[in-house]
């Protein structure tokens, strides 16, 4: 289903070719779903331009210290061979030794900001090998954090909490409503911080739209981005339940595109 505005995908997984199946396939099976798409540039560019997708956010998480350069690399690659489509986000790994030359590098790159996935890392996001990460990101570079498993602690409600009242300065964006299967319990907690925004990516498919509805009233329109968490979820699916609840105009246009091109310095003139 195709919106009459520009839509940006605030939460996209991508993958070299020569490894996107394998990727895909453990994603899978970690989250126990059917994935829609195979986690290729090319998909992403063509699913997402047949309904009207105008730019997306792309990023990989590096599992290992080892991995942080090379994706970083290749995410900086992409997003330069994308004639302007594509914004990229770094990864950081908790354990590397090089943290500072890890961040210098990824902003070198021209990287908008740092993807973590506590769940993949495993690792708690207060432990303080993360404070690391929001030391250098505080005040420069939005943090983009998987939040919320019903299954783990490493990302829950409580934790995301001490980093929002530690790091007042640190922009960070909740995945999934700042809660994944756990969303009325972050709603409750982590609303009330000013530092704190969310996607709604891998969300709707569990939610009414009423549901939907109250917690982008909860948060406030102007922090929260449209995310489809590719290469999960089919965009027609997305799109339909966006557009079904009714948002008024000037909310609907900061979740497609105006907060992201707020927090990730995108120019207009790409997506328009």
């Known amino acids: 289903m195709k919106l009459n505005y520009p839509i940006i995908d605030c939460h996209c997984h991508i993958y070299p070719d020569k490894i996107a199946d ?5 994603i899978g099976n970690f989250y126990d779903i059917d994935m829609t798409y195979d986690g290729r540039k090319s998909t992403l560019i063509e699913k997402g331009a047949e309904n009207g997708v105008k730019h997306f956010i792309v990023f990989s998480v590096a599992t290992t210290p080892c991995q942080v350069k090379s994706i970083n690399s ?6 330069k061979n994308s ?16 943290m500072e030359e890890d961040f210098a590098h990824l ?6 900001g740092v993807k973590l996935h506590a769940d993949f890392q495993k690792i708690a996001i207060d432990d303080e090998r993360c404070e690391r990460i929001y030391q250098l990101c505080s005040g420069k570079v939005p943090v983009l954090l998987h939040t919320g498993d019903y299954r783990y602690d490493f990302s829950n409600p409580d934790r995301m909490a001490r980093i929002l009242e530690k790091y007042p300065e640190l922009t960070v964006i909740g995945a999934h409503f700042g809660g994944w299967s756990v969303w009325d319990e972050a709603v409750e907690k982590l609303s009330k911080y000013p530092n704190f925004y969310v996607d709604c990516s891998s969300s709707f498919y569990s939610l009414t739209p009423e549901k939907a509805k109250s917690f982008i009233r909860a948060y406030g329109a102007d922090k929260v981005l449209f995310a489809t968490d590719f290469p999960m979820w089919r965009y027609e699916n997305e799109l339909e ?27 207009k003139k790409k997506i328009f």
């Open 107 to 112: 902003t070198e790159l021209g990287l908008k």
């Open 74 to 79: 290749f995410i900086a690659d992409t997003v």
């Open 22 to 26: 394998k990727a895909v396939e453990n």
């Open 83 to 98: 004639c302007g489509m594509m914004t990229g986000l770094g990864s950081l790994h908790p354990d590397s030794d090089n």
């Open 241 to 267: 339940f966006f557009s079904g609840l009714e948002l008024y105009e000037e909310e609907t246009e900061k979740i497609l595109y105006g907060n992201a091109v707020r927090l990730f310095g995108i120019d």
